[in-house]
């Protein structure tokens, strides 16, 4: 590995990437925060205002400081962004993305957008890339990218500096790999950003990764860090359900938002207050609690997820996912099968003796391997065939038995080593979730390893040779997706509308159901809301048949709402149709019914049992509610960055938006505030702009807003 070159000015790094890759420049970054947004956004600057110059930049997740809509939105918007959002630049290319004025000489390719940002965006729409996440280094290369610059932690400085990767080690490593391979030209380029939470592990680089460090200060930034969601009811719903599916001793995969936010919580009820989640859980199921997974977590989950989010901390400083696996196949298969555990003793000497990882008398692999595992100290050396530590030699035999316990005694360590409780390719949360990684003890920030996403989501490698140890690592998996829209046949459809305009991206979620599918103790749920609201009116989630799948019918395995649970493995056409009729809201049933019949995949005297027909919002918050006074069920279980304030606010302005795409709504909401005619607190009115409202519609919503505080 070469030495880099150090710049201390991205000015100069840019002049230097230009001056070295001559013609268009294809440049790759990583998806959401590990993107270098100073020097992508000072190469843009330039290439745009030289159209002789191309660029393309392929990507993921562009993330943008939120930006109101309304005038409203961004009276409201300003100070809470430049309090949670500091100092953060936005890369300008989304803001002409965005704007729809991107020069002709730059285009921008991405394999995942921010939910929902950019439906109407021909550009955006246009240069998706449809890929599995396992398959983007394979995709990026297909661009024929030859620059990639990516955000680096750093510790130290000069000859002493180490980097990582951070949060995105995810796909750069298997990009450099493949494009080198290929003998293709890659200029590789890290921008500190002193910010960036230092990651070990597979994340932890030598400067020399890199062709081209840059130390420039203004590579440091906040890092983005979006607040926490309010978790609605049917997140809870959803999450407690989900929460009953998990197997003590497994392994959890969850994503971000008010839905990972909802299974942690419930994940930390069904620990803590077992009595309270087993009571909850009897509430909100009418075939009762059979099969359901109740009890506290005596082993505790490992976390192996594309995505380490909040809930995952969360879930790790509540002691719920601590169960280590280690990087040694038949020492993990020994830890699952009971016959060894964390603690060293001289029996697991013994053990590992007769399975043949070891010999005796130990050979230097043998003593590396088990100094390396933490199994004997590091202070044992192998000297004239004896082992020895302090001046004190013990003979190197291990079958008989005194001189094991005498080696026992001197020579073993306390615990197993190298333990990880969670394996995470990139992350994303709000700013006290990367200040508890930036201070986290070393010893504990040991046990999260960020790294490669083809370890992650995939059982297979291209070597071959890792499926055996992930197989054992990752018993009684469950893998937990959300979706947009399921089918009556099971096929659900994630990533974009009937018409083909993309929402957000395919991402992992294939690779995912694909090892539910193989791996044989796991299992994968598929999670929605039952309906979705828009200018359209309510919809139900559930439907018949779509016009677009990010997922077939024939991997179809557990799909759970709100409302409930639907175990569709290995069920047939009939039968698959019953359940999720069973867990679809209420107002919609009858029709799903018809549709069925309709279509000859139901028989024609079926009548959907009773037990399942008070599926609606009001039954659901009449069995929730009592717990959420009880405080188990909290509007922000892991906090909030705004105030209580701004809280009230954004719960108005939410009323208001939803009446606008709803006449019948509005005009409701227009009559109640004629009648009572209630007046905002002036700082809220001073906060939104409406202190001194004189227009007649400036009046008008300043007496709408305060008619839904």
């Given at each position: ?23 268009d ?11 270098p947004?100073?020097?992508?956004n ?91 996440y ?33 949060s ?21 380029v ?32 906040a ?56 009571a ?41 996912i601590?169960?280590?696996v ?64 302090d ?27 190298h ?15 990367y ?18 996403i ?5 059982l ?11 197989r ?18 099971g ?9 083909g ?12 159901v694909a ?11 598929m ?5 979705h ?36 493995r ?9 359940r ?6 209420s107002?919609?049933q009858?029709?799903?019914v ?18 399942y ?48 795409q ?8 227009i ?14 009115l ?16 300043r ?7």
């Amino acid at each position: 590995m070469t030495s880099p070159l150090f710049i201390d000015s991205i000015e100069a790094a840019v002049d230097h990437v230009l001056d070295t890759v001559s013609g268009d420049i294809v440049l790759g970054i990583p998806l959401a925060i590990g993107k270098p947004n100073p020097f992508v956004n000072a190469l843009y600057r330039r290439i745009k205002a030289n159209p002789a110059r191309r660029l393309r930049i392929v990507t993921a997740l562009s993330l943008e400081k939120p930006v109101g809509k309304s005038e409203l939105e961004q009276h409201f918007l300003g100070p809470l962004v430049e309090r949670v959002f500091e100092d953060y630049p936005d890369l300008l290319y989304v803001k002409d993305l965005r704007a729809g004025a991107l020069p002709p000489n730059v285009e921008v390719r991405e394999f995942f957008m921010k939910t929902g940002d950019y439906l109407g965006n021909p550009a955006a729409q246009q240069n998706y890339i449809s890929t599995n996440y396992t398959f983007v280094a394979r995709d990026m290369a297909v661009q024929g990218m030859n620059v990639i610059a990516q955000a680096v932690a750093a510790r130290g400085e000069g000859e002493a500096m180490r980097l990582s990767l951070s949060s995105n080690p995810e796909v750069t490593f298997e990009v450099v790999e493949k494009l080198r391979n290929a003998g293709q030209p890659l200029l590789t380029v890290g921008v500190v950003n002193r910010k960036m939470p230092f990651m070990p592990n597979g994340a932890e680089v030598e400067p020399g990764f890199f062709d081209l460090v840059i130390t420039d200060p203004a590579g440091t930034h906040a890092v983005f860090a979006p607040p926490n969601n309010k978790v609605s009811l049917a997140d809870y719903a959803i999450g407690l359900h989900a929460a009953s599916l998990v197997a003590d001793g497994g392994t959890l995969q969850i994503g971000i938002g008010s839905l990972g936010d909802a299974i942690a919580q419930a994940l930390i009820v069904r620990d803590r207050q077992g009595d309270a989640f087993r009571a909850i859980l009897e509430s909100l199921c009418p075939d009762g609690t059979a099969g359901r997974e109740l009890g506290r977590f005596d082993q505790g989950l490992y976390g192996c997820s594309e995505m380490f989010v909040n809930g995952f901390l969360k879930l790790i400083e509540a002691g719920i996912i601590r169960r280590e696996v280690f990087g040694d196949v038949l020492l993990q298969q020994l830890v699952n099968d009971g016959e060894i555990d964390e603690v060293v003793t001289p029996a697991m000497l013994s053990v590992l003796l007769r399975h043949g990882r070891i010999r005796s008398p130990l050979v230097p692999d043998d003593l590396r391997w088990l100094q390396h595992w933490g199994i004997l100290r590091p202070e044992v050396t192998l000297e004239e065939g004896q082992l020895a530590i302090d001046g004190k030699r013990l003979r190197n035999d291990l079958v008989d038995p005194e001189n094991l316990a005498r080696i026992g005694e001197t020579m073993l360590g306390g615990r197993l080593a190298h333990g990880i409780f969670m394996t995470g390719g990139f992350f994303l949360g709000p700013r006290d979730f990367y200040e508890r990684l930036r201070t986290m003890p070393p010893q504990e920030l040991a046990k999260i390893d960020m790294t490669r996403i083809d370890f992650i989501n995939q059982l297979y490698s291209e070597d071959g040779t890792q499926g055996a140890l992930k197989r054992v690592q990752r018993r009684k998996a469950r893998f937990m997706n959300t979706t947009m829209i399921v089918t009556l046949l099971g096929a659900a459809c994630s990533d974009a509308l009937e018409s083909g305009q993309v929402v957000s991206g395919v991402g992992g979620q294939y690779n995912f159901v694909a090892m539910a599918h193989a791996l044989p103790d796991a299992r994968l749920l598929m999670m929605l809301r039952a309906t979705h609201d828009n200018k359209d009116g309510l919809k139900s989630s559930i439907v018949w048949n779509y016009g677009h799948v990010t997922i077939p019918r024939h991997l179809r395995d557990i799909v759970v709402t709100e409302y409930g649970v639907a175990d569709l493995r290995g069920q047939s056409d009939g039968e698959v149709i019953k359940r999720l009729i069973a867990i679809a809201d209420s107002r919609f049933q009858d029709e799903l019914v018809r549709q069925a019949k309709a279509h000859g995949k139901l028989e024609a005297g079926y009548e959907l049992p009773e037990r399942y027909r008070h599926n609606l919002p009001q039954a659901l918050e009449d069995r929730l509610e009592p717990w959420v006074q009880a405080g188990l069920l909290p509007d922000f279980p892991f906090g909030t960055d705004l105030t209580e304030d701004e809280l009230k606010i954004v719960r108005a302005l939410k009323k208001l938006k939803h009446a606008s795409q709803h006449p019948a709504e509005m005009v409701t909401l227009i009559l109640k505030s004629l009648w009572e005619g209630k007046e905002a607190p002036l700082p809220y009115l001073e906060r939104l702009g409406l202190a001194d409202a004189h227009s007649f519609k400036d009046l008008f919503v300043r007496r709408l807003f305060a008619n839904n505080l």
